[in-house]
């Protein structure tokens, strides 16, 4: 068989002090290509993206993190991509894990991974601050039980998906904002893909994230209303936000 595309998009905002260790820890031999997308940042993230070679794709004006990923997917499909890995540019995941991340669908096993800090076991350890702990707890188990998975959490920044998964999922009508991560989720979960998770450390400092509590909060209601129209669709078939296409 021949071998997978391999892709790795990065969603950056402002992402200036990371993206060169983010960039430098990526398995180079392993992936194919990389993409940036540039949310409009203030800083140098762009010039620092073409000085290291990558594909950058800018944003006029600042659309959000899920608009991002929009862009990062359409990208990653017209280049050809087999498998599709987001990895943040704020250095927050290990990239040299790529290859765990990736080796369950290249085996066929399944069409998305999930990094998983709480697999991992170190996520207090790693810094992630007490109430974005247990908000990812009560959330996941929520989460599980709503969408009748066994996962260990849903919000994590450090996922692949394969190809066939970005071509059927409708993630284009998705929230242009955080909650997008969890719409994916929910498609994917609809069209019955499945999900692997694979353990990866956790790492909180100052540069690698930009949301605080009352973000948290918000992230947190819009996932649990998310949830809901998924509920109510599975009883009525309507479709709140686009479930499928
Ligand atoms: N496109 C876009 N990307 C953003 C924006 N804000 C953050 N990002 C990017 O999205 C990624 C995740 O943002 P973070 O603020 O680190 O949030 P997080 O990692 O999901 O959550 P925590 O680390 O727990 O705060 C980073 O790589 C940022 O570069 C934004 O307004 N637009
Ligand atoms: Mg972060």
Request: charged share 25%.
């Amino acid at each position: 068989m021949a071998k997978k595309k391999i892709i790795v998009v990065m969603p950056a905002y402002n992402a200036e002090k990371t993206l060169p260790k983010t960039y430098n820890d990526i398995p180079k031999g392993f992936v194919d290509e990389i993409i940036l997308v540039d949310d409009a940042s203030k800083d140098r993230t762009v010039e620092i993206g073409k000085e290291l070679g990558l594909k950058v794709v800018v944003h006029k004006q600042n659309l959000g993190y899920g608009a991002n990923q929009k862009t990062c997917y359409k990208e990653a499909i017209t280049e050809g991509a087999d498998i599709v890995v987001m990895l943040h540019p704020d250095y927050q995941y290990d990239p040299t894990l790529l290859p765990h991340i990736v080796k369950p669908i290249e085996d066929g096993k399944c069409d998305c991974v999930l990094g998983s800090r709480i697999l991992a076991k170190d996520a207090i350890k790693g810094g992630m601050p007490w109430y974005k702990y247990f908000g990812n707890r009560t959330l996941t188990i929520i989460e599980n039980l709503v969408l009748g998975q066994k996962l260990s959490e849903y919000h994590t920044g450090y996922r692949a998906y394969s190809r066939e998964l970005l071509e059927k999922v409708p993630f284009e009508s998705n929230s242009n904002n955080f909650v997008f991560d969890t719409e994916i989720i929910i498609q994917l979960v609809a069209q019955k893909f499945s999900i692997k998770e694979s353990p990866v450390p956790t790492r909180y400092f100052k540069e690698a994230s930009s949301i605080d509590f009352s973000r948290s909060v918000e992230y947190g209601t819009a996932i649990l209303l998310r949830l809901t129209y998924y509920v109510i669709w599975k009883a009525s078939g309507i479709q709140i936000f686009r479930i499928r296409p």
